[in-house]
C-alpha cells in the first residue's frame, strides 16, 4: 500500500514531529485528517462494506532479522483479548528474529498493551510511562511503543504526544499486522510514530502466535463491538463487530487440539453475534458451537455472552454437554431495568431471568456467572437493591462488580450524576460481600465429591501444592506428581472455601468423553 492509499484508509502517516516538552502545541491538525475521536452518531453509522478479510498474512523479507540481537518485552493490561493481541505481536516479534525478556531492563523494545475500560486501567499505564522515562534516559537506543485499547482514544493519544516524549510508537488494535513496519519506520525516524487505524478494522488471518503455555489457548472468533452500550469505551477501541470465517476457526482448534491443547477460550466481546454480518451463510454460534464440540479436544469455553442474541438454538447445542462446558459467563450489569434502558443493553431484568430460566430448563446443572457495575449515574438506593435480588434470583456463582467509571466520547458521560462517590464505594461493598457470600454456598455442596480439574501447574502459594480448574471453573488445589500439569485428573474434595477447593489427588482421567 503507497502512502497515499495508506492516508485515504485512514492510517495515521508515521513520523509526526515529536514536540518538544512544555510547549503548548495544537494537535488538532494532526487528527483533522488522519484520526477520528469517538462518535456514536458516526460509529453508528458502520456498513458492512468496511471490512476486508486478508488471509495472506507474512512478514516482508526485508524485515527478517530486524530483531537479531535484540530482546522485545510486553506488558499487559485489560481482557482476555488484549492478552491474546500480546500472543499474536510476540509471534511477530519472534519472526522478526527478537527474543523475548521477562524484565523491562534487558528489553530493547518495551510495548504497553494498554485497556481503556475504567479510568484506573488508564492511570496505571501512564504511572508505567513515567517509570520508564529514566530507563529511556539510560538506554536511548530504547524503544518504547504504547498499543491496546487506549492507543484508540484521541484524548489519549495527544497526552502522549504532549507529555510523554520518552515514548516512541502508538499504534492501534487494528494495525498489529502492522508491527514490522512500526519498528522500522521507529529505528529510522527520531519522531514519534502514530499508527491508528479510524476505520473499523478488518480480518487477518494467518497471523503467527506465540501461546502463552501449551494446555490452554485462546482463539478469537470475531472481533468488535457493535453495542454501544451507553458507558462503554470498547465500541469505539475495538471497532465494528466482524466474525471470522467458520472454516478458519476449525481449523485453528483442530490444529491447536493435534497439537495438544487441552482447553480453547473462544473469544470475542459479545461472541453471541457471531455470524450476524455473514452475508453468503446462515451461521451463527449455535452452528459454530456445535462443529466444534464434534473436534477431540477435552473442554471448549467461551467469553463474553451478551444476554441479548442469545438464542435458542446455542442452548440446544450447549445442552448436549461434552466438550461444551456447562458454565456460562452472562454479564448482566444491573437488576434494574430502568438502569438497564439507560445503560441501553436492550434487555429488561424479566427478559434476562427469561433467558436464565430456559438456560436452567435446558442445562439443569449450569453455573452462571455475571458482570456488574454498581453507581451508573444516578442509581437510587433501589435500583440498587433490584440488581441484589436479582443476583440472588438467578443464584450467580461469582461476579466480576465495578464502580461505574465515565468514558469520554461515551453517551453516560455526559449524563449528570447525583450519587456521591462515598455511596457508590458502600454499594460496591454490600454487593462483594453478597458475592463472596454466594460463592462460599456453591462451594460447600463440593465437599466429599470427586472433580475433574485440569491441572495448570504449581500452586502460586506454595509450590509443593499444584493446581487446576473444574469444568464450571472452580479453582482446585491439591498435592501430585508434577508430571500431572497439563492432564485432566480426578480430585476427591476435602475442603471447600469461599474462592477455591482444596482435595486428594486420585489419578488421571485416561480419555475424556467427546460427544460426536
Ligand atoms: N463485552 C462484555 C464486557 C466487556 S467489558 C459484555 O458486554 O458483557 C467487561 C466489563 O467491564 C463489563 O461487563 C462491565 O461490567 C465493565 N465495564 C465496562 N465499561 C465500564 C465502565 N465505563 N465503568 C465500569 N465498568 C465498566
Ligand atoms: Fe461494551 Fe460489552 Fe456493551 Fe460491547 S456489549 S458495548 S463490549 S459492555
Ligand atoms: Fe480493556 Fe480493550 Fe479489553 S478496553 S477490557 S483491553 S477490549
Known amino acids: 500500500m503507497n502512502e497515499e492509499q495508506r492516508l485515504q484508509a485512514g492510517l495515521i502517516k508515521p513520523g509526526i514531529e515529536k514536540p518538544a516538552n512544555k510547549v503548548e502545541k495544537d494537535y488538532s491538525k494532526y487528527f483533522e485528517t488522519v484520526y477520528t475521536p469517538p462518535s456514536l452518531k458516526e460509529a453508528k453509522k458502520r456498513g458492512k462494506e468496511e471490512i476486508a478479510y486478508h488471509d495472506d498474512f507474512r512478514i516482508e523479507e ?81 524503544l518504547i511503543g504504547v498499543c491496546g485499547c487506549m492507543s484508540q482514544e484521541e484524548s489519549v493519544v495527544n497526552k502522549i504526544l504532549k507529555t510523554y516524549d520518552q515514548v516512541d510508537m502508538i499504534f492501534g488494535t487494528h494495525n498489529i499486522h502492522r508491527l514490522p513496519n512500526i519498528l522500522h519506520e521507529a529505528y529510522l525516524s527520531k519522531e514519534m510514530v502514530v499508527e491508528v487505524w479510524s476505520k473499523e478494522g478488518d480480518i487477518i488471518e494467518n497471523l503467527p502466535k506465540v501461546r502463552h503455555g501449551n494446555i490452554k489457548a485462546w482463539v478469537n472468533i470475531m472481533y468488535g463491538c457493535d453495542k454501544f452500550c451507553t458507558y462503554c469505551i470498547v465500541p469505539y477501541t ?55 464440540r464434534k473436534i477431540n479436544i477435552p473442554r471448549i469455553r ?34 434494574s431495568s430502568d438502569i438497564l434502558k439507560i445503560m441501553a443493553r436492550k434487555y429488561t431484568r424479566e427478559s434476562y431471568l427469561e433467558l436464565v430460566r430456559k438456560i436452567k430448563a435446558a442445562i439443569p446443572n449450569v453455573t452462571l456467572t455475571t458482570d456488574i457495575i454498581v453507581g451508573f449515574p444516578n442509581e437510587t438506593e433501589e435500583q440498587f437493591e433490584e440488581t441484589m435480588s436479582l443476583y440472588k434470583e438467578v443464584g450467580f456463582e461469582m461476579a466480576y462488580t465495578y464502580i461505574y467509571s465515565p468514558r469520554e466520547g461515551t453517551p453516560a458521560a455526559k449524563m449528570v450524576d447525583n450519587i456521591p462517590m462515598e455511596v457508590k464505594k458502600e454499594r460496591l461493598q454490600r454487593l462483594n460481600a453478597l458475592v463472596n457470600e454466594m460463592s462460599a454456598e456453591a462451594m460447600k455442596p463440593y465437599k466429599g465429591k470427586i472433580v475433574k480439574v485440569l491441572v495448570e501447574g504449581e500452586s502460586k502459594r506454595n509450590p509443593e501444592v499444584l493446581s487446576g480448574y473444574t469444568e464450571k471453573n472452580k479453582l482446585v488445589n491439591f498435592k501430585a506428581p508434577r508430571s500431572v500439569i497439563g492432564e485432566i485428573v480426578e480430585v476427591k474434595i476435602t475442603e471447600a472455601k469461599t474462592w477455591s477447593l482444596d482435595g486428594e489427588y486420585i489419578g488421571v482421567v485416561e480419555e475424556d468423553k467427546v460427544m460426536s
Do not use: W
Open 302 to 335: 467461551f467469553t463474553t455472552s451478551h444476554p441479548r442474541d442469545f438464542d435458542d438454538h446455542l442452548i440446544e447445542v450447549l445442552a448436549k454437554g461434552g466438550n461444551l462446558l456447562d458454565h456460562i459467563h452472562l454479564p448482566v450489569q444491573s437488576g
Open 62 to 142: 526485508r524485515f527478517l532479522g530486524m530483531g537479531n540481537g535484540r530482546k522485545f518485552y510486553i506488558r499487559t493490561y485489560g481482557c482476555q483479548m488484549n492478552e491474546h493481541d500480546t500472543e499474536v505481536m510476540a509471534g511477530i516479534f519472534i519472526g522478526l528474529g527478537y527474543e523475548p525478556t521477562d524484565t523491562v531492563d534487558d528489553a530493547d523494545v518495551i510495548l504497553l498493551n494498554t485497556c481503556a475500560i475504567r479510568e484506573n486501567a488508564e492511570n496505571k499505564v501512564f504511572g508505567e510511562l513515567g517509570h520508564l522515562k529514566p530507563l529511556k534516559l539510560e538506554k536511548p537506543d530504547l
Open 238 to 292: 475495538r471497532g465494528k463487530e466482524r466474525s471470522r470465517r467458520p472454516h478458519d476457526i476449525i481449523q485453528e482448534v483442530r490444529q491447536l487440539a493435534a497439537q495438544g491443547y487441552k482447553e480453547i477460550m473462544l473469544l470475542g466481546q459479545n461472541v453471541n453475534a457471531y455470524g450476524k454480518d455473514f452475508e453468503d451463510i446462515d451461521y451463527r454460534l449455535g452452528d459454530l458451537m456445535d462443529d466444534l
